[in-house]
């Protein structure tokens, strides 16, 4: 009889998660809060900046559309730069970096806020002047990114990896 009863658990267990498994994906609006988040943008290698904006993209688009529907003023952005990406908001690299630093011109008239580390700055030779206008040029990217995170800001460290395959090849 305890036997018959394990069994009879199991079994009515089993058909109450099926059509848990049986069915297609759902979809969820997560009810998202205003957003505040510090990026930490520290790569091998300057171009490596093109893919970590998408990053910053990809939040504030998915905030601004529907259902959320949030004004880019409602989110609290800020770009900590201290790696080999630092030439690419040097001014006299324009030119050679021009689609990313209209990119980042676009996002910073959209109040994302966009912080050099003065001690990478010092590494490479530039002063303040020396940066776009839309340039914060701090102290220190550690002490900016800890700072942030006081105020209870979420730190986001993107992750760049080389496409090896096309979506087409490996869905």
Known sequence: MKH???KIILLSLFAFTLPLFAEGAGYVETPYAEPQVV??????????INSALYWV?????????????????MMDIVVVI????????ASKNYERYKVA????????????KFKVCGLAADDYGYAVEDFQGFIEVVPSA????????????ALVSPTILSK????????
């Open 164 to 171: 090896k395959y096309s979506i087409d090849e490996i869905r």
């Open 4 to 6: 018959l009863l394990k």
């Open 39 to 48: 990026y930490d943008f520290y790569f091998n290698e300057p171009e490596d």
């Open 57 to 73: 993209r990809s939040l504030m688009n998915s905030l601004m559309e529907e259902p959320y529907s949030m004004d880019p003023e």
């Open 142 to 153: 550690i002490n900016e990114l800890v700072h942030w995170q006081q105020q209870g800001y």
């Open 101 to 112: 630093v209209d990119r980042m011109r676009y996002f910073s008239e959209l109040g994302v």
């Open 82 to 89: 201290h790696g080999m990406e630092i030439v690419t908001v």
